[in-house]
């Protein structure tokens, strides 16, 4: 009796701490397309010290393919993957290949901090790059990560939503993409697709827009799938919005760190490396609407931090 006393009160304010976490069933982001989402995701890599360390690039193509997790962070067993899919394929490319590899995505210590990196290499006679997208179809979404980019030119880093389709006019897609061979306030916002098979190129699709904030300094870089159309902001400053081409359809949610070789990102120098480095990754995600929330929060109102929302 008196122990189940004495552990009333933990277990009474465990339930309202709980009560409290859970509180939000929906969420509404800020900027002047409101929209109410169901759910909230979010990835903290600031004090991950036990997982890091930096892998030595690999230089064989079957060596990226076959390697095996950076840490236990990334494999199939963890949290990281319940929602995301690290990826290990190739291009198959015949004139150049880029493969994707599990050595390349890694917690890294900086200080008494640490950061997820990305990471893209060039080696003689291919590239080796960083990819991970989410598990499942996400039927709209604001996704916003903390990161910077740095390293070689011939690179591009990218967070975007992705809906695969058998031919180029059918994909649904749209893109927050930085070129590191771009000037350091030049992005790249894309509703694809920009081209089709026959070299066709779909005027409006891609916008190459003029930035305050310098991509290889750290700030929070936000796309928002909003129903009929696509804003981009960069520490909360809107920078584009349009309305062609938005994706309609669950898509993923895609993160990467590549290289063409070509004509998108041109040809990074042999013993290139560039990175797309991220602190956290915060998002909504699915639709609903206003009339089926009874307790409504937010990520941007004043008081809200990463991955604490706020009741408004
Ligand atoms: C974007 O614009 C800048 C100049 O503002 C230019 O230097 C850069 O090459 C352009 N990038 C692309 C991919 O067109």
Known sequence: MCSIKAT??????????????????????????PTYYKSHGFWDFRSLSQYAGVPPVL???????????SSSYFNWESEFAQFWGPQNWDNGAEDFVNVNSYNNLYIEKSGDSTFMTMRTARLPKFQTSAEFESMDLLDHASIRMYSRTIGSPGACTAVFT???ANSLKDVQESDIEILTSDPKTSI???NQPSYLEDGTIIDGASNNISVSVPWNEWSTQRLDWTPGRTTWYINGDQ??????????????V???????GGDWTGKMPEGGVAYQQIQWIEILYNVVDKASCSSLCSIDADGAKPGSPVKI
């Open 188 to 190: 790249q916002y894309t």
């Open 162 to 164: 992705y809906r695969e």
């Open 59 to 69: 230089d064989s193509i079957d060596a990226n393919k076959n390697a095996d997790f």
């Open 239 to 252: 920078t584009y919005t349009m309305t062609f081409q938005a994706p309609k359809d669950p898509s993923k």
């Open 254 to 260: 895609n993160f990467n760190a590549w290289s063409d």
């Open 8 to 33: 009333l009160p933990l277990v009474a304010m465990a339930a309202a701490k709980f009560a409290m976490a859970a509180s939000c069933d929906c969420y509404l982001i800020d900027g002047a397309y």
